[in-house]
């Protein structure tokens, strides 16, 4: 047991720390979406020229081929220093991924390099209004016509589809098969006029996602990925890259929260002294520090069950449930030590901290809901992990 | 970075695992939580010809000088198990007559302790005190050369068995009083774990001569009091590991409405819950346990880390278990309730949650201003 870093990783880490802190962009613009994007899509150029972008993927391909460890310490100190996410996050931890593990060789030399600059965004067509968690019962058709496909359907919960190129597609293409065979996955253009797209708004009053409508687009048969029918294992590859990626990300990015909410309750008057005085919130953000302690250590012992086995096992879905509920545990203290205040938002000049809890408390409830709700994934660990019997 | 066992702590968790498997059946924990003292003295000669009195005490006084990782390994199954057996107590000596005893001492006491040819338990919380970490209020009278003890100990672990208390007195110094001395009284407490039995201990003029009294200030006690606590989070987290795999074998075989009950989701999703805490408190306890051997400056935050945790879901798990069996895991018939007793227990001794996150609360609070480090 060792849970040092080599010092060949000590010495990446001290690289990537530099590195971060010498081009960091500073923080996001506060103003629409559009500035937001571009603002991201500077930081991806930025990255991609220094060698950062696609970290994970093979170097033949145009990444760094950086190990599981590299991978968790770039994402553990970006999250930590808090630069923006990359404006093509999608493609970067699951559209390039997909391409390489099932994609043909002129598919990989069509759209890698353009994720990697970030020049074509990507979007994911998985969800539809009536298939959520039961993902394969999806609806989507796509139905054959000479060397072209010809879609049918919508889709929903599609983050950044109205700057998407490209849509990772799922479409039903045999209606006769069992749910998950007649599946086929598409890479689907975004520009053409079979597309349409209309954003949704989410609680916090942004529009990150939208609803999808296809009304006979067309896809090129060059453009399946991995095959016609194979749609349901290759899009739960491209699931498991985006759980396997994130976990020391989340917990950097739990650690800076903690740290901000230890220091909202000393600075938050309440009893005479702070809240930090209060042995309520005390014994309260204690348990938050354990319970983001246990995280990093159950994601170490992840990695390293991963580096022997080479696969992420089921038990990543422990991560992600426990992920969700401390982002809202420690978000609903946050406002509780607020007290009365805990309605001002941003706009208020009384609002404490500048109202950025409010914004986190309304954003964090989608986290048990969003990329496997934590109700799927206890099904997932019963099953899977605990062998107990499926209902289904 | 590689946090998992080598190959020797595996070793030693499979030979523990089959070995306490094989001699603590059932009948055989009743047996003996159904006998006067609860003490397997056969079980303890084997104990002690496997290493184990002296598994993390250093070779020179007859230990076998391995790491509290091992420890943890060791304890962790000594919970699954739910063996009765006084290793804790002795355990607890041992480490503090390693860092605090003079080489006469060590000689004289830890090596016996070590071997397992003497027990030895901890007695440390007063009668009337809040037997919390730290406080202790007997006052050692000067007598010569020595001291003369008045007062009573309570919540003493396995005073049955026990051949030599280790005495705290209020300056915060240790105490070696041998079971036979003149004016030692043990009147052993009704508890609800019977496996592990607490007992208190009257001192009447006891005299303890200077050769007992271990050199060390109260504060060189503090990395004996870190590793005992992640030896008891570590039983803790066997505890709850059994009580988990209880309740999945139940839920897979439990018929009711023509399927097994581990298909509906309400006792599937508690499962899942079980699994969590469970997985957590092992985390916690091994990066605790690793802390002790390779990163002393950690260990105060993580062993308190890990012994509120596992307080928690040591005595939480079993009891979703019983939930999960419904009325048989209500009957004294079933084993479950020995679990939750022991959890239960367990969380009490040694600073309980509340205890150990207030002492986390004061080093995440004072180091507010610090950034953050992964």
New interface residues.
């Given amino acids: ?6 010092p060949s ?1 000590e010495e990446f880490r001290e690289e990537v720390r530099g590195w971060l802190r010498e081009n960091h962009p500073g923080p996001e613009p506060e103003g629409s979406l559009d500035e937001v994007m571009a603002f991201r899509s500077e930081w991806q150029l930025k990255l991609h020229a220094a060698g950062w972008a696609g970290i994970s993927w093979p170097k033949e391909y145009g990444g760094r081929g950086a190990t599981l ?1 590299e991978q968790a310490i770039f994402v ?2 970006a ?2 220093q808090e630069t923006p996410s990359p404006a093509n996050v999608l493609g970067l931890a699951m559209g390039g991924p997909v391409v390489i593990a099932h994609g043909t060789e002129e598919q990989k030399q069509r759209y890698l390099e353009p994720i990697l600059t970030g020049e074509e965004i990507w979007c994911q067509g998985f969800s539809e209004p009536e298939s959520g968690s039961d993902l394969a019962s999806l609806k989507t058709r796509a139905v054959k016509d000479g060397d072209e496909w010809v879609v049918t359907g919508q889709k929903v919960w599609t983050t950044f589809a109205q700057y998407a190129k490209w849509c990772m597609l799922v479409a039903r293409t045999d209606p006769d098969a069992p749910k998950h065979q007649g599946l086929t996955y598409f890479l689907m253009d975004m520009e053409q006029e079979g597309v349409q797209t209309r954003p949704l708004v989410q609680i916090t009053g942004e529009g990150e996602f939208n609803e999808v409508f296809m009304e006979e687009a067309r896809i090129p048969d060059a453009n399946v990925v991995g095959g016609v029918g194979n749609g349901w294992g290759v899009a739960i590859t491209t699931l498991m890259n985006e759980r396997a990626g994130l976990a ?1 990300g989340a ?2 990015q739990i ?2 929260s ?2 901000r909410l ?2 909202l ?2 600075e938050v008057r309440s009893n005479g002294g702070t809240a ?1 005085d209060d ?1 309520y919130y ?2 309260r ?3 938050l ?3 983001a ?6 994601a ?2 992840g ?3 991963t580096m ?1 086995s080479g696969i992420p096992g089921p ?1 990543g879905s ?1 991560g992600k ?2 992920w969700a509920d401390l982002n809202q545990d420690l978000t609903e203290l946050a406002l509780e030590i607020e007290g009365a205040y805990a309605p001002l938002g941003r706009g208020s000049q009384h609002a404490i901290q500048n109202g950025a809890w409010q914004y986190g408390f309304l954003r964090s409830r989608a986290n048990s809901i969003e990329g496997g709700t934590t ?1 799927i ?3 997932i ?3 899977r ?7 289904r | 970075m590689y946090f998992d066992l080598t190959d020797e702590q595996q070793a030693i968790k499979s030979t523990a695992h089959d070995f306490l498997a094989s001699r603590y059946k059932s009948e055989r924990i009743r047996e003996l939580a159904a006998s006067e003292d609860c003490f397997d003295a056969d079980g303890w000669k084997e104990m002690a010809e496997l290493g184990w009195t002296g598994l993390a005490l250093p070779e020179q006084w007859g230990g076998q000088g391995l790491g509290i990782v091992d420890l943890a390994v060791l304890f962790e199954e000594l919970g699954y198990a739910l063996a009765p057996s006084p290793l804790l107590s002795n355990t607890i000596v041992g480490l503090a007559l390693a860092r605090c005893g003079s080489d006469e001492q060590r000689d004289r006491w830890l090596r016996p302790v070590a071997s397992g040819e003497q027990l030895a338990t901890p007695a440390l919380w007063d009668a009337g005190s809040p037997a919390s970490p730290g406080g202790f209020s007997m006052e050692g009278r000067a007598d010569g050369d020595g001291i003369v003890l008045d007062g009573e100990k309570v919540l003493v672990m396995d005073a049955a068995s026990a051949d030599l208390f280790m005495v705290a007195t209020a300056d915060g110094r240790r105490h070696l009083v041998e079971r036979g001395a003149v004016g030692v009284t043990v009147r052993e407490e009704d508890s609800i774990d019977i496996t592990r039995r607490l007992s208190s201990v009257r001192f009447e003029g006891v005299r303890v001569g200077a050769a007992a009294t271990l050199p060390a200030p109260a504060e060189d006690y503090f990395p004996v009091f870190f590793r005992l606590c992640i030896a008891l989070a570590a039983e803790s987290t066997g505890i709850a590991r059994r009580a988990m795999e209880m309740a999945v074998s139940y839920a897979k075989d439990r018929q009711q409405f023509g399927r097994p009950i581990g298909a509906y989701q309400a006792v599937s999703h508690r499962c899942a819950q079980m699994l969590l805490e469970t997985e957590n408190a092992r985390s916690a306890v091994y990066g605790a346990a690793w802390a002790a051997d390779a990163e002393p400056e950690s260990l105060p935050l993580a062993a308190s880390m890990a012994k509120a945790y596992a307080s928690d879901a040591g005595w939480r798990v079993p009891d979703a278990s019983i939930q999960v069996h419904g009325g048989i895991g209500f009957t004294w018939e079933h084993d479950l309730h020995f679990f939750l007793k022991r959890g239960r227990a367990n969380a009490a001794m040694f600073g309980d949650a509340k205890w150990h996150r207030e002492r986390v609360a004061e080093a995440v609070i004072a180091r507010a201003d610090q950034p953050a480090t992964v």
């Avoid at chain 1, 302690?293 to 159950?298: A, D, G, K, V």
């Fill in positions: 047991m060792d849970l040092t870093l080599s990783e460890i553990g100190e999250a930590r020391f917990i950097a650690q800076n903690l740290s230890t220091r309750a000393t930090a042995s005390r014994q953000l204690a348990q520090h354990i319970e302690e246990t995280m990093r250590l159950n170490y012992r990695l390293t069950k022997q038990e422990l449930w426990q109700d994934l206890k099904n660990i019963a099953e992990v605990l062998g107990l019997p499926r209902l």
